[in-house]
């Protein structure tokens, strides 16, 4: 990613990122960070759901003092965004997490770390900031809940855990490439790594990794379990059914994120924002306190803007990032998510908002 | 297809079965097997609305010990998958449809004999595992009715009659490629077989000794009287239309396949997997007991998937097992329907079905 | 077109046609022949709506003596097509409008002479076989009426009034080619014709030839008139509101063919098969007998099947004929006449219908 | 553009036009012409939604006196169209604003002269014809005032305010190109302009200059002290929720223009003529007396036949008469004109509409 000072070179959207980043990265890695599960229907379906996505803005409104902030589990935020746990960033740049962790901080946005983070968690909250630690639930349940104490210790604000990964799904990419971790980057949490070691026969050595690793078996209980054995805020990422959004909320998350993974698990499940409405409004109807987020597909501030319209009160972003990490580190990261603010209050203002809130009025429209 | 154990040369999804096949066939066999009828938009149809569909995943179920397994007639199968039928299969590999019925049996699945076979029932159901028996209506009453006879003395488990083929629809890439059997294949069946000798004047070999052969005025009361001469489960293959579904299990239909002959009869008959839910509901209306399902552009699990959510009982796939059989024989068809089975296990846990039932209950979103 | 004997070289689909006539005519001619106007919007949705239309195939009925007989204004018809009235055959081939009517007379269907024919009606009607006459409503209604008498006097057996040209529409390939007609090609029913001496300055020196001698100020109580000056059935071309159809049929129209001109009249009507169902009901609630034919689109016997599952009686075709004509003459006429007639009958008896008549009671379904 | 005298070059519809300028404008010029902001959903979904509204014509009625003549603002116009304000025209043509005006008037519709003209507006109405004004509002209220006092002396006919900037949208393409002013053109009416002096660091010249002159700050009581402050007829451009057109009626507006700002304000606002039917139902019922324009996208008679049909009482159209003016100055910038004026009548005349008012009971349908 050429420097900001440079006329032409500039960043001016999410895709100048992806490209100054597949410009650097070799195609396994950028592979690997790009793919989507199968035919990748969830995948594109996640961006061209956001890209059919319209609104209909409203005029004559004060909007010059308009503003991106807004709070993310109470929590103030420089705009309704959070930084998606994305794993191995080391993958992308030697820095790693921590790099990104630095970038957030600086834009005034959570950072998620992943249990899959090349760089422990310790090291991420060093640095400052908003950090929420993503939790995979493990096979062994005594090594769960030492993650967990790891991160509450380690300082994290909230804990998110992810529910649609009862194995990896399959990335065909990966599997096509033969992609595995090289020497030197590895799961800092769980000791090991989805190393050429883990050469697999039917998926990537990271895929036969995950399914040494993690756990196929968790269920509403160890939900509950969870949400007993700790007081961070809880988020519950990876949910797409009303119901399922429901309950997590019944039984005390803090917020659930809309999610097909980025369209790396079910190939076919439906794109994240088309199941954003039914989420909010079955979450609302819940009568329990509790904030929707939504991911995948999100590649400028417009996105936000229809995300806010259809009840999120924000979204991840995991792509972007890494793009702006491995194309130039912390300060790519950071040129990533402030151009991301920019476009986030610039789509507000367009649209008559001058607050984030407002945006939640605006109607949507899905244009063929 | 290049052998499993050779790291980029698997078979990762059924496309590449496919690639794997057109890179062995002749044009005109891999014609014969690609093609659909008239401008090939119930053929393309099919793919597409599945590649439409989508479905709404469930979380935290315990998916551990998550089964593809089912039942399909009431026997137990590997995964709710049977192998469709497929005429003159030693037109893609000398051993034909033993190798086919071999690997099916390996698989789990049952496996269709065709009364266009290149290899005689007895010989196919010599194999062992489940063979059911697709028979079309001769001209001759008494050579259907020994059809029937002969399919019970082999062994096989069940009828499917195909009752969508008053005559061959008019497959163009045939005609075009003046497509006729070589020697050596031929209707083992039927004394015959679609030979050079059958050059047609509108239309193929194949088309012309089908419209010698079959007959184009069968009635429900054939039905009827078919269901009083045997026994052996019926399958009444190449419904569409609700009222024929109902109709069909009135008369004591076991199953009905919702299907268009994989787009290759009328063109322009609605894609199978969007008439399944009308006929599913019907079937489901007529209080009889009768299984629905759904042939025509299944090409992974995810499809099992979105198919079982609408209310299929399983499916049917006639070309990727054909892809596999022409890329490397027995070996290959069992590759494909290995993979398949995997898929569906993977689609089932990722969408939080531990067993085939409970897909039922998953909602499907159509993504334009 | 290459003869039908030659394997390889048969016409197996209407595109077949297409592509012979581009073979062998002028591209300012082809043009003239497919262009339509605008943006040609009409033009191209016209078959996209067909290809868009799939129906509902019915099965388990004899349709042994399946057949594509019927009737278009009482009169018995090979199958429920006519051959529209396409101007200036000569251009196509030296036999111009007598070649198409003979081929139509061989294949049982009316071949419709165009008030701008290049061939005097009384030589075509001297062909024999059913001709209706097309009658543009020219500036001067005396020689408007001669031209119904003198199709009269010729034996024309029906008067097609088309209502949708007050003008010409804007057909820019026209004016892009500066198209004018050649010497010897001329209007033979108006002692004129569009050549190259009506150089237009804003269209094509047909438009200008049409503009100088048809009326824009017909009216329904022209229409009345019309009605009442003729005893010949009468079929009132180019309506597609449901209203102006009702209407005609109580002015006693014996048939409306609901046509957007091929796309040749204002671009951006909406597609001719979009319309028939609205048309179809209105003439069916205004209780006066009317038959309903469409044109526009149809490229095979798929297209003629959802014609009359969606309400129509039949339905014209215009440009295939003009390619089977240019491309062979007569014998090219003749072969792509048979060809559809074989295409209706296949696709009738596919879809379970022994009898056009059976095929209004298929349902459709339009898919994305 | 080749002159209309030759055969061959002459301008046929308004994509002749586009691609005339685009054959003399610098790419940067043409860029800022065509772009729209952020990934252009907008700009592209304008057309595109005029692609997709077809209209259902009429017929049998008299259109030989078929006029398009109409009336906006309640003074007459040889078409129900007005040349939509365009900024800095004399990047263009060295005659800029005065050149688009003469040929305005001589082709019986307003011009509108931005408040970003590169001609001052005393020029421009000095050319006679309809002159509307079109109003930002500047930070400073004295000089927005100020403009209103100049356009009323001037002998404007009426006050265009634009209400859907209250800063630049994010113009990627003029971001890219490093756009600025060249020496020569500049805000005439600003004692300004978006020279390379205001080289941008988020942006172009253009928007930087923008931002510092424009006030964010606009709301609906400046709306009515504007009303309060001039006689002049006021229409508010970039209205697309209904209830800000109803407020805007409510608050003494004689017309609203439905606008996305040609797709170069908020990325993903919904497409105008999308936005049309509810604004013109809302303010229909707000029962005081406003007109409805819309613009965007508009490229050719059949879209304004379309627009009247949903409402409006006429369109405006920036970009055409912008290629017309760059392409051959005053005389193109007529020939855009007069050819869209041709083709209102042709679309009115072939809809069967011989008035204006009649275009508004067409039915309209959206065809995929």
Redesign the interface.
Known sequence: MPD?DT??G?L??LADAERAAAAVLPAAVRDFVAGGS??E??RD?NQ??F??????????????G?SARSTLLGRPVRMPVAVAPVAYQRLLHPEGERATARAARAAGVPFTVATLSSVPVEEVTAVGGTVWFQLYWLRERRRTLDLVRRAEDAGCAALMVT??V??M??R?RD??N?FALPAGVRAAHLGGGASSAH?P??GSAVAAHTAETF??????S??EALRAATRLPLLVK????PE?AARAAGLGADAVVVS?HGGR???????AV??LPGVAEAVGASGTPCEVLVDGGV??G??V??ALALGASGVLVGRPPAWGLAAAGEAGVRRVLDLLA??VR??L???GCARVAQAREL?T?R??
Not at 238 to 241: D, P, S, Y
Not at 265 to 271: F, K, S, T
């Open positions: 900001g006329p032409g500039t001016w959207d199968g035919r229907r969830s379906g061209r759901a890209d059919r996505l319209h609104v209909v803005p409203r005029v004559l409104r004060d909007v010059s308009c529910v649609d009862p194995w799904g399959r065909l599997a096509r033969g050469r026969s039917a756990s196929p078996a968790v269920t509403w160890d939900l990876g949910v797409l059914a399922d097909n698990q079910l190939d076919g499940a439906v794109p088309d199941a590649r400028g417009a996105d803007l229809a920019d476009e610039d789509a203002g367009l649209a109607r429209v244009v063929p």
